[in-house]
């Protein structure tokens, strides 16, 4: 079992930053690729960003390239989505997920409990 805590939501204005952090523990964390997640209300949940195991490899959804970015220290069991000129359609509960690399939730076996993100026109 990879047990999975988000940190780092909040209340932010249109053009503003966040950093999510994820904390791992359970199961060795470096085993893992990692991925975030977005729902938001009345909407399906949908792929942010992928990083590998090893951090050598990451990939965006086309709506978050190049504002959003996906890294993650193996020291410390964390992985954190950077979140630069944030826009209010960027508004959701944010996810991270661990397993196989990819954009899909079936590659993903384990889950945390979210972190909301709010941004204001």
């Known amino acids: 079992q990879v047990q999975l805590v988000e940190s780092g939501g909040g209340l932010v204005q249109a053009g503003g930053s966040l950093r999510l952090s994820c904390a791992a523990s359970g199961r060795t964390f470096s085993n893992y690729a990692m991925g975030w997640f977005r729902q938001a209300p009345g909407k399906e949940r949908e792929f942010v960003a992928a990083?590998?195991?090893?951090?050598?490899?990451?990939y965006y959804a086309d709506s978050v390239k190049g504002r959003f970015t996906i890294s993650r220290d193996n020291a410390k069991n964390t992985v954190y989505l950077q979140m630069n000129s944030l826009k209010p359609e960027d508004t959701a509960a944010y996810y991270c997920a661990a397993g196989k690399y990819g954009s899909r939730f079936k590659e993903y076996n384990y889950w945390g409990q979210g972190t909301q993100v709010t941004v204001s026109s």
């Open positions: 990083i590998s195991w090893s951090g050598g490899s990451t």
